[in-house]
């Protein structure tokens, strides 16, 4: 039987090395359009699809592979008798290895200039075709969709005279997870492109950027999966220079680190333990903001995580230098300032950009058996119809610190109450399962330094026992949603103590 390898691909990268140890081996190579081109400049003897289809190219290219001698050469069983009297009697020969990768839809689509047409355009049909097909057939035909794969194959043939069946099986799964993620990406912008909401399917694809060690804990496996067309402003898309590799809990504490920071214009710092903030501060440098967060909470900052939204000089990297933390991310390190993080071998320092815009990406939430979905929460106070229900209205320090407020406990777990200045924030009370006790965790941190201070609640108050807490800890304004049947009673409360309060109208539950 002729040995026969179809090759067509857009990614050239060791494709000439490839057919070279091909044609060594005694294989004819099929080809197409600019890979047949490529082989034939290197000296390779290749065989235009059209010559054994007897058919030319057509349609711009569109159709070119879609032919029975080509799929038929893919799909037959070598060892079938009808399969083989079938082949006979229509001149189909079997083709033995399938080398084909596929229209860059997801390049084409990254750009932020492309048409629809040019999209569409970009849609492989003959290539995924191919590849179904040879991978369907996988007991008998190679294929290959990933350059890293060619070596194996290669020393497999050169060593056996064949590819072994678990390496055809492998080959076979690597193809469909490609075409399917492929398509996962059709999906998505033809679904965004026509408008649909709630599609009656959704299919998500993510690429592997980094095996951990283990899961939340030590006997749990896990990984970290990429979203191909993710926010560049990401953990998954930040460059690590030093430290040992991130765990599956520095993951998502850097996540909640950036979704915090990414709310503050000015120069801000967060930290972050457990997913909630411990301390977040502004200022008018990186220096003083950081200062202040760490005033916040000089010890649950120990083994956090910190976000810093400027770049990172000598100054603030020997203050740093003085705190065990697992993590710093900021949009630069100067030299000097690697020279003095680096000496601890085991700290994170991770860049990336905090110019340009942001994506609201949806959020994904697994519960067993199904998947929530939900736009991000993105609510300002630039959009919120603020309404003073008291008597006394904010004063206008009191209203930076309210902000402040706002912008931070939108991120915290509920239950969640935030005590906050107009620099930094001084108490936070976190996933508890009534609301006046999140407070109490919150002002007894804030301790004395509530006096005078503002407190920020991300959902209503069903009574007015919170109010009564902060009131006695020297809160003097008080921001929240509102919206409780019984928002009179925390309304006369706060006017008795003479306190401000706004309602924002909308709640920021975190879950």
């Not at 603030?316 to 697992?326: D, M, S, V, W």
């Amino acid at each position: 039987m002729k040995r026969r390898a179809l090759i067509s691909v857009s990614n050239k990268e060791g494709i000439v090395e490839f057919a070279k140890g091909l044609v060594s081996l005694g294989f004819e190579i099929l080809s197409t359009g600019g890979t047949k081109t490529i082989l034939a400049e290197n000296g390779i003897p290749v065989t235009a699809v059209e010559e054994i289809t007897g058919f030319p190219e057509i349609l711009e290219g569109r159709v070119k592979t879609l032919h029975p001698l080509i799929h038929g050469g893919l799909l037959a069983k070598w060892d079938h008798e009808l399969h083989q009297r079938q082949m006979n009697e229509q001149g189909i020969e079997p083709i033995e290895i399938v080398c084909v990768n596929l229209y860059p839809f997801q390049q084409t689509i990254e750009k932020a200039d492309v048409t629809p047409e040019e999209a569409i355009e970009n849609i492989d049909i003959g290539g995924p075709t191919m590849l179904r097909s040879a991978a369907k057939n996988h007991e008998y035909v190679t294929v290959l969709v990933d350059a890293a794969d060619y070596g194996k194959v290669l020393d497999e043939l050169k060593e056996n005279g064949k590819v072994s069946k678990e390496t055809k099986r492998k080959l076979a799964a690597k193809v469909f997870r490609h075409t399917a993620a492929y398509d996962a990406l059709i999906s998505q912008y033809m679904t965004r492109l026509a408008g649909e909401e709630n599609p009656e399917r959704v299919t998500y694809t993510y690429e592997l950027k980094q095996t951990l060690r283990y899961g939340e804990n030590p006997h749990q496996k896990a990984a970290f999966y990429q979203k191909p067309l993710g926010s560049d402003f990401s953990i998954a898309r930040a460059k690590q220079l030093h430290g040992k590799e991130l765990s599956y809990n520095n993951i998502r504490d850097a996540d909640a680190a950036l979704q915090i920071i990414k709310d503050f214009q000015e120069p801000a710092a967060v930290a972050v333990k457990h997913m909630n903030p411990c301390g977040v501060g502004i200022g008018n440098s990186i220096e003083e903001a950081f200062a202040k967060a760490y005033e916040a909470d000089p010890v649950s900052i120990f083994g956090g995580i910190v976000a810093l939204n400027r770049p990172v000089g000598k100054e603030l990297a020997e203050k740093l230098h003085e705190i065990f933390l697992e993590i710093v991310v900021a949009p630069e390190f100067t030299e000097e300032a690697l020279d003095i993080l680096t000496k601890k071998k085991n700290i994170r320092l991770l860049v990336l950009p905090f110019t340009g815009e942001k994506k609201k990406e949806e959020v994904l939430t697994s519960v067993e058996g199904g998947l929530l979905v939900q736009d991000p929460d993105t609510f300002s106070l630039d959009e919120a119809e603020l309404k003073t229900v008291t008597k006394r209205e904010p004063t206008a320090e009191e209203w930076e610190a309210l902000k402040l407020g706002w912008k931070v406990v939108k991120h915290v777990k509920s239950n969640a109450i935030v005590v906050a200045n107009k620099e930094r924030t001084l108490g936070i009370g976190a996933g508890q399962m009534n609301r006046v006790g999140a407070a109490k965790i919150a002002l007894e941190q804030a301790g004395d330094l509530a006096k005078g201070a503002c407190l920020a609640s991300d959902a209503f108050f069903p009574m007015d026992d919170t109010v009564e807490a902060a009131a006695k800890a020297g809160i003097t304004a008080i921001i929240q949603p509102g919206g409780s049947i019984r928002d009179e009673d925390s309304i006369k409360k706060a006017d008795e103590y003479g306190i401000a309060m706004v309602f924002t109208g909308v709640r920021h539950f975190k879950h």
